[in-house]
């Protein structure tokens, strides 16, 4: 399952009122491709209890349903659920190029432009190597 859209808004250079605009121009996208998985997932939320005196629970697919076809459906739900809880902003698309993690910014400052360590170790590290033979020349 790819969430192709939510790239849409990087790299754009926003100033005070296009700012405003892009972000919800870019929110929209990513509510509109949402719930776009939504109906393509197939998920349709039930409260189950799987016998007497057990507790109910959600279930986004039936479980008859294959386990990828439940995977996506509550993958689906998920992104949708973080949107409605107003975490849309958060949602983003990893920095490095190739990549293509789709994450959620859970960092106290909401400023983090990388899935991993990892991803930002290598673009800081690529970055860092250019600097350096573009100031050698
Ligand atoms: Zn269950
Ligand atoms: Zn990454």
């Known amino acids: 399952m790819t969430v192709a859209g939510l790239s849409s808004g990087r790299g754009a250079g926003f100033g005070a009122v296009q ?8 929110l929209t996208g990513k509510a509109q491709h949402a719930d776009e998985l939504l109906v393509a997932s ?3 939320p039930r409260l189950v209890s799987h ?7 959600l279930h986004y ?3 008859r349903a294959g386990l990828a076809s439940r995977v996506k459906a509550l993958t689906a ?12 902003s958060r949602l983003r698309v990893c920095n490095r190029a ?10 106290r400052n909401g400023r983090r432009h990388f899935c991993s360590v990892r991803c930002a170790n290598q673009v800081n590290v690529a970055n860092r190597r250019r600097q350096r033979l ?3 020349r």
Do not use: E, N, W, Y
Request: proline share 4%.
């Open 51 to 57: 016998g007497p005196g057990l507790p109910f629970h």
């Open 19 to 26: 700012g405003r605009v892009g972000i919800c121009a870019l």
């Open 61 to 63: 697919a039936s479980v």
């Open 42 to 44: 197939g998920c349709r």
């Open 77 to 88: 739900a998920g992104l949708a659920h973080a949107i409605d809880d107003g975490a849309g």
């Open 98 to 107: 190739r990549c293509g993690t789709v994450f959620i910014d859970i960092s």
């Open 134 to 136: 573009t100031a050698a």
